[in-house]
């Protein structure tokens, strides 16, 4: 059973666009971060969300922590070729011990 | 500074062989672990180490074993390789479990993309 369910699983759609990507749990999360991995590449961090109603913003990326540290949704304004890669949520869980993955989304930004 | 680093990055092995993925950070942490990646699967936690001396079974960790004698390293053991254990395995590092609890980031190597015929 996967701890933390991401949606949508594929997005294919062209510049210009905006996007959200969704990753929610059942379970409450200590902190949940956001990371990007680029094919042949070890993930990298985008950022980490620890208080419950947080919102981030990295450029044109938007990350929102739920109210009750159970979801998290991260949102591309104006999406862009350079956007184009796999990602992944993962939250920490107190005393888990396991940072814990979403399965992922694959993104594609046609020009 | 050369972060986590995993050798090799690529390996074919025969059913039943055995093998050591090499895993080395230069951090300093204290948290080091190995996932396993397959498409549609996400990252799924073989074996952690929370320090020194200290492992723990992670989702899926049938079919492989960790040892952590020093800091720096984590080497994932395969006992006798099986198709089903084709995969991409990434090893992760971070300051220490309390600081990835609330937040702190994973260090991730480039991976080693293994292929058991």
């Known amino acids: 059973t996967q701890l933390l369910e991401q949606s949508p699983q594929f997005l294919s759609i062209q510049e210009g666009e905006n996007l959200t990507v969704y990753c929610n749990s059942s379970?409450?999360?200590?902190?949940l971060q956001w990371y990007r991995q680029e094919p042949g590449e070890g993930p990298v961090l985008l950022v980490t969300?620890?208080?419950?109603?947080e919102v981030k913003k990295l450029k044109r990326l938007t990350f929102q922590f739920g109210d009750a540290r159970k979801d998290s949704s991260l949102h591309i304004t104006a999406a862009q070729p350079g956007d184009t890669g796999l990602y992944l949520c993962?939250?920490?869980?107190?005393?888990?011990?396991?940072?814990?993955f979403g399965k992922g989304t694959s993104l594609l930004v046609t020009p | 500074n050369a972060g986590v680093t995993q050798t090799p990055k690529f390996q074919v092995l025969k059913t039943g062989q055995s093998m050591t993925l090499q895993c080395a950070q230069d951090?300093?942490?204290?948290?080091m672990s190995w996932y396993r990646q397959d498409p549609g699967m996400g990252l799924r936690l073989i074996h952690y180490?929370?320090?020194?001396?200290?492992?723990d079974q992670g989702e899926v960790p049938n079919g492989y074993n960790v040892s952590r004698s020093t800091t720096e390293d984590f080497p994932l053991r395969l006992l006798s390789a099986a198709p089903s254990q084709t995969s991409v395995y990434f090893c992760?590092?971070?300051?220490?479990?309390?600081?990835?609890?609330?937040?702190?980031?994973?260090?991730f190597g480039q991976g080693t993309r293994l292929t058991v015929v």
């Open positions: 992760a590092s971070s300051l220490d479990w309390s600081s990835l609890e609330f937040g702190t980031e994973a260090f």
């Open positions: 379970s409450v999360f200590s902190s």
């Open positions: 969300v620890v208080t419950g109603g």
């Open positions: 993962a939250g920490a869980r107190l005393a888990g011990y396991a940072l814990n």
């Open positions: 951090m300093n942490h204290e948290y």
């Open positions: 180490s929370v320090g020194a001396g200290i492992t």
